[in-house]
Nanobody, 128 residues
Framework: QVQLVESGGGAVQAGGSLRLSCTWSGTTDGVNWMGWFRQVPGKEREGVGA????????FYAILLRGRFTISQDKPKTTLYLQMNSLDSEDTAVYYCAAGSFSRYQTYRWDRPNDYDHWGQGTRVTVSS
């Protein structure tokens, strides 16, 4: 089992920044991907971005590229999501997830059903 715990959410004004963290532990062998997703009520969970754990290559939702950055610490136990130039449309609950699908199946990075483990989520509220 992999345990994921997000932190860093909160309220911020439009134009501001936040950094979310996701600490992961447990049986991490076999985890090839770590992803960030977000969800608002009434909508499907959407992929924000993901990182291939072994080599650190990152993937982003097209509309978020340039504002959001994913990284991981060297021991690969903490995942980060740096969010800049936030606006009200970024308001959501943000989740981190761990996936064991192949590193080379990059087309799967934004599919929630392909991830095996999830954190409890952290809420981000952006006020205008």
């Amino acid at each position: 089992q992999v345990q994921l715990v997000e932190s860093g959410g909160g309220a911020v004004q439009a134009g501001g920044s936040l950094r979310l963290s996701c600490t992961w532990s447990g049986t991490t062998d076999g985890v090839n991907w770590m992803g960030w997703f977000r969800q608002v009520p009434g909508k499907e969970r959407e992929g924000v971005g993901a990182i291939a754990v072994d080599d650190g290559e990152t993937f982003y939702a097209i509309l978020l590229r340039g504002r959001f950055t994913i990284s991981q610490d060297k021991p690969k136990t903490t995942l980060y999501l740096q969010m800049n130039s936030l606006d009200s449309e970024d308001t959501a609950v943000y989740y981190c997830a761990a996936g064991s699908f192949s590193r080379y199946q990059t087309y799967r990075w934004d599919r929630p059903n392909d991830y095996d483990h999830w954190g409890q989520g952290t809420r981000v509220t952006v006020s205008s």
